[in-house]
Nanobody, 115 residues
Framework: QVQLVESGGGLVQPGGSLSLSCAAS????????MGWYRQAPKKQREFVAT???????TYADSVKGRFTISRDNAKNTVYLQMSSLEPEDTAVYYC?????????WGQGTQVMVSS
């Protein structure tokens, strides 16, 4: 059974930082492209960042320069380091593992940016 478990969300003030983790079981993430997506209230889920099997990252324009995605295949975990957080970053953040037509999602972790 495949599980992706996100952690690290919480409440942070504008300008602050958070680090999210996504721990995978049932798959080896070394074989998968890994990504982070988010869904704000009353909005569609949107792409945040992805990292290829080879370690190349891609970011949404809205987070470029502020967020960093990384992966530790030995720990079967992918990370999202978020800095200079803005209220607009408030959302549930989801981890995704993708391989061809196959895709697995986590349950999400809430990030709230508010003073």
């Amino acid at each position: 059974q495949v599980q992706l478990v996100e952690s690290g969300g919480g409440l942070v003030q504008p300008g602050g930082s958070l680090s999210l983790s996504c721990a995978a079981s049932g798959i080896f993430i070394s074989q998968y492209a890994m990504g982070w997506y988010r869904q704000a209230p009353k909005k569609q889920r949107e792409f945040v960042a992805t990292i290829t099997v080879g370690g190349s990252p891609t970011y949404a324009d809205s987070v470029k320069g502020r967020f960093t995605i990384s992966r530790d295949n030995a720990k079967n975990t992918v990370y999202l380091q978020m800095s200079s957080l803005e209220p607009e970053d408030t959302a549930v953040y989801y981890c995704k593992a993708g391989l061809g037509q196959r895709a697995y999602w986590g349950q999400g972790t809430q990030v709230m940016v508010s003073s």
